[in-house]
């Protein structure tokens, strides 16, 4: 059989069979149109070891003597009793091609196992892989992992990957690949605070713009396992795959388990080539929010629990008179939700708070022409709430009973517990509820919670991470087909589910429950390396932090909130007079500008002075280009803390046109910020600022422009407009 060769934006990907099983041969640079006969890639044969060549399968097996982490574990049980068929032979059956996907189909009919392999080379250079294994004999087959691997090439020496806890979701960590296992587990069942969004292979110190990198991500909300994994012969294989409890996946004869789905892209010119491959999927898919994105006001950090008609009402208008286009209600407004100790499951306005219902609220927004959001957290249940007394059995644990009939109960997690989806009366009273709130209000927008973990997570007395995690998927794509206008956010006590697999049947991710901004600027510069900006929500806060107590000035927090999904959750009633002219003119400039925001070319310059993040989102050259006089480009040049220069110095705006010339100004702080007594910027400025910078791509790139001497956790702005 010949190999099979896909290709797109400058990456290829070569299956090759020749060996009797599929192997990725090649995931890297594009190769042009002919290959060579692949059976000169056979490796030798070292001492001590196996009398064969040894193929790092695409699914990985011992039957071939691979000795790294095997792509598939599992066993049959024949007779009641377990363990046959523990090790599968597995060998091509077929392997074709149609445009951009190949599908592979490997089988042992000794064991009676069928895995089919579909990987599709997306436009932009995403590729996408997804394993299923059937089980075609003619007793039970317990699938204890399928995991989906790629091969990295050998100048793959340095491994990024990102990690996280509440209010510090997806910072980075790095060090060298050696050899063994690197895993990173999910034992949360649900994606996880410390979930890393992105498992990146590179080489030696390679960075935002420089070095080949190779990436993956697991397309999973549920319990999983990201490794690398480098072999005794030094061959390195990055991957992921569901990590599944006991006995949770038992195929019966003729059923089939499909694995989450893995995404990966190579990059020759460091992480913004990988975010530019998952940017462009992102935005091609025909289910991507159209039209410009919102300004939102979320009433959580601005009332709490503290619900008040004429209070919300206000904070309405005053939303509405900055520009607010969006007004979400936060937790507290259902049945006997005063605090976090109860209500969840009792999906009904409480009347003792809103003897009108949420209707007077709902038409005060609307009056003042924004749309109006709810908060929901379906999968959770309060043991002090209606449903939960009327349904003990609803209520998750590892017994077989309910906590009623003796039944233990996993430990508390804010008060609360997790309702089984998996019961069919429970999924259907989830859905309800949700479904009526839907029909009976004029509600816009959804926002999604989901806050603990899923400790001792079963099902009648077995494992059930696996099942909850596709009820809750379910219960998703049964609203949302319901409901296909409103639009739905996942948040998970801040950003503790953020993966693909939530973001095919979600149309945003809140990033973190933490809004100061300076912690903002790492977890949205995480968090973008993967969800473009019109996905991760980004708010303006009070201006002392409430989860970290820093106070920042207005600008800062601004210019943070700015490169994502722009909203506020602050009490901007108290916002008066300079200030709010100011936080008037943020609004603005984010109308203005956030047609480009939302569909350019994220650019993260690799600035030498580590107290410095200079990022920016630069037009696509696309249809004839970008006019002259239209906005190019937007930049930030972020100061973190002090350095150790006394000066900003140069720094160079890459990403842009080479041979094209752009004028360079300042969009904030601008002289009428002067009046606003701003002090970001030292009394002398850089000559370029009173009328602008004329350069070309290849100069601002390569040279840059020297920047005004900037206080640590502040920021500006530029603009940059096209010649
Ligand atoms: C979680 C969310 C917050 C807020 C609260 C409400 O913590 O992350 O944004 O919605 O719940 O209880």
Not at 52 to 68: C, D, H, R, Y
Not at 573 to 580: D, L, M, Q, Y
Not at 593 to 619: F, K, N, Q, T, Y
Request: hydrophobic share 40%; net charge negative.
């Amino acid at each position: 059989m010949q190999p099979l060769h896909l290709r797109s934006a400058g990456t290829s990907l070569v299956v090759s069979t020749h060996r009797g099983e599929a192997e990725i041969s090649h995931w890297g640079a594009d190769l042009g149109e002919t290959l060579p006969d692949l059976a000169i890639l056979n490796e030798p044969i070292p001492p001590s070891s196996a009398d064969a060549n040894v193929p790092a399968g695409l699914i990985p097996q011992a039957s071939s003597s691979w000795q790294g982490r095997p792509g598939l574990r599992g066993h049959r049980v024949t007779d009641g009793m377990p363990g046959f068929d523990f090790s599968v032979r597995l060998r091509v059956v077929s392997a074709t091609a149609d445009g951009n996907t190949a599908v592979v189909v490997q089988s042992d009919p000794d064991a009676g196992i069928t895995v089919t392999s579909h990987l599709t080379l997306h436009p932009g250079g995403l590729l996408e892989l997804r394993n299923a294994v059937t089980n075609d004999g003619t007793s039970p087959f317990q699938v204890d992992e399928l995991a989906t691997v790629l091969p990295v090439a050998p100048d793959a020496v340095e491994l990024l990957d990102l990690t996280g806890r509440w209010c510090r979701e997806r910072h980075p960590q790095r060090h060298s690949i050696q050899q063994g296992t690197w895993v990173r587990t999910g034992r949360h069942g649900r994606t996880g605070h410390d979930s890393s969004l992105l498992f990146a292979a590179g080489t030696a110190g390679f960075g935002n713009r420089h070095g080949k990198v190779w990436a993956t991500h697991l397309a999973w909300s549920g319990n999983h396992e990201q490794f690398a994994d480098r072999v005794g012969d030094g061959r390195t294989m990055i991957g992921g795959s569901e990590l599944l409890g006991p006995a949770e996946v038992l195929l019966q004869p003729g059923e089939t388990y499909t694995a989450p789905a893995l995404f990966a892209a190579y990059s020759d010119r460091g992480l913004d080539g990988i975010t530019e491959a998952f940017y462009s999927w992102f935005r091609a898919r025909p289910h991507h929010v159209a039209g410009p994105r919102p300004v939102v006001l979320n009433t959580w950090e601005a009332v709490y629990f503290d619900h008040n008609l004429e209070t919300l009402i206000e904070l309405a208008g005053s939303a509405a008179d900055l520009g607010v286009e969006r007004f979400v209600l936060d937790d507290g407004w259902f049945r006997g939700r005063r605090n976090d100790h109860a209500g969840l499951g009792d999906w009904y306005v409480d009347e003792s708070v809103w003897p009108g219902g949420l209707t007077p609220l709902i038409e005060a927004v609307i009056a003042h022409g924004m749309e109006f959001g709810l908060w929901v957290e379906p999968e959770m249940i309060s043991i002090n709430s209606d449903i939960a007394r009327a349904h003990p059995e609803w209520i998750v644990g590892p017994s077989a009973s309910s906590y009623k009939d003796g039944g233990r109960l996993p430990v508390e997690w804010r008060h609360q517990h997790v309702i089984d989806l998996v019961n069919p009366d429970a999924w259907q009273y989830v859905f309800d509820r949700i479904d009526a709130l839907l029909r009976d209000n004029k509600i816009s927008y959804l926002k999604w919670d989901q806050n603990r973990d899923l400790l001792e997570h079963g099902h009648s007395g077995r494992a059930s991470v696996h099942q909850q995690t596709l009820a809750a998927y379910r219960l998703f794509d049964a609203l949302r087909e319901a409901h296909p206008s409103v639009e739905i956010e996942s948040c998970s006590s801040g950003g503790a589910r953020v993966d693909l697999g939530i973001l095919e049947r979600t149309d945003r991710v809140w990033a973190s429950d933490c809004n100061d901004a300076l912690e903002r600027q790492t977890i949205q510069r995480w968090t973008g390396m993967v969800v473009p900006p019109e996905l991760v929500g980004g708010h303006i806060g009070p201006s002392t932090s409430h989860t970290t107590a820093r106070t920042h000035d207005l600008s800062f927090r601004a210019i943070t909130a700015f490169f994502g999904h722009f909203g506020m959750e602050w009490d901007v009633r108290s916002v008066t007079g300079a200030e709010r002219e100011e936080l008037k003119r943020f609004i603005t400039l984010y109308k203005e500008h956030r047609a480009l925001i939302h569909s350019g070319l994220a650019v993260r310059a690799d600035a030498p002075d580590e107290s410095l993040m200079v990022h920016g989102v630069v037009a696509p050259e696309h249809d004839g280009g970008i006019p002259a006089g239209a906005t190019a480009a937007l930049f930030a040049v972020v100061k973190t803390r002090t350095s150790f220069a006394e000066q900003v110095g140069r720094v160079s705006l890459p990403g842009l046109d080479p041979s094209r010339t752009y004028r360079v100004e300042l969009l904030f702080p601008t002289p009428v910020d002067a009046d606003y007594g701003h002090t970001i910027i030292e009394a002398q400025p850089v000559s370029w600022l009173a009328s602008g910078a004329e350069a070309n791509g290849r100069f601002l790139g390569e040279v840059g422009l020297p920047m005004p001497v900037l206080h640590p956790e502040h920021a500006i702005l530029l603009r940059l407009t096209a010649f």
